[in-house]
Structures are given as C-alpha cells and as structure tokens.
C-alpha cells in the first residue's frame, strides 16, 4: 500500500522526538565512538546521528517504541545528516553512509513489530532538519 493509499484510510501517527529519547540513554563520549570512532581524534558526544552507526540497536529500539506506540511513520535519525552539519564532527564524509544506515534501522525496525504481529503499512521518512549555518540573501 503507497502513503497515497493509506492517508484515504485512516489518519497516519507520525512518531515522536528521536532526540528527546535519546537522550534517556545518557550516553557518554565512548557511547557515541563506538569501536570503529574509539580513536577519533574530535569530540563526538552530542552526534546523535552518528549513533544510527555506534548504538544502531538503542536507535532501531527507539523506532520499535515508536511503532509500538501506534506511529505509521518513522522518521530516520537524520536530523543533521548533511554535509554542514556533521563538519561540526568533521565527518561530513559520513552523510551518505549515515543516511542509508538510518533507513536501514528504521526498516529492521518495522520488520521486528511486523513479525512480533503488528499490523498495517509503516512508512519511513527521511528527517531533515537546519544546519547550523544561516543563510543570508544580502550582497
């Protein structure tokens, strides 16, 4: 079933703040290194989307909660995942790889609630949020 098909059906549940559950984890900067980052040489601790990469189970629970919540539509844990942003971590060569790996947790996600007896569509959307730099019009 497409979105298009589901939303004439029924109102579709968008989930909640990815975020905002993250932070219930309280990781640390190990936490968010990982194995593959231990020796990284910048801070990483507050990369959340570098997590889909380091702590893909809590990131594949979260969408699970979600999902076992009532949500239709999980959104990835892309919110900085782009070029600009992730310069911050001097990972901007990571964005492809991180944005792929979300739609894969997502997925896994939807698979586990699926094959536990959930029932209908599930949707993923690619979350997209500002950077941190501003844009500026004037000359």
């Known amino acids: ?12 549940v968008l989930d909640g703040a990815m975020g905002t559950m993250i932070q219930a984890y309280k990781f640390e900067e190990e936490d968010y290194r990982g194995e593959r980052f231990a020796d ?12 889909t990469l380091t702590q893909s189970a809590a990131i594949e629970d979260i969408h699970y909660a979600y999902l076992k919540a009532g949500a239709d539509i999980l959104e990835t844990n892309t ?9 911050d971590y001097f ?9 792929v790996e979300a739609v894969v947790r997502a997925q896994a996600a939807i698979d586990r609630f699926k094959a536990e007896g959930g029932e209908g569509p599930k949707f993923i959307a690619g979350s997209v949020g500002p950077t941190n730099e501003t844009a500026s019009l004037s000359p």
Do not use: R
Request: net charge negative; no cysteine.
């Open 40 to 51: 990284y040489a910048h801070p990483l601790k507050g990369n959340n989307d570098l997590l």
């Open 1 to 12: 079933m497409t979105i298009q098909e589901a939303i004439t059906k029924k109102i579709l």
């Open 79 to 87: 919110f900085n995942s782009n070029a600009i942003s992730m310069e």
């Open 91 to 99: 990972m901007s060569d990571l964005v492809k790889e991180l944005n």
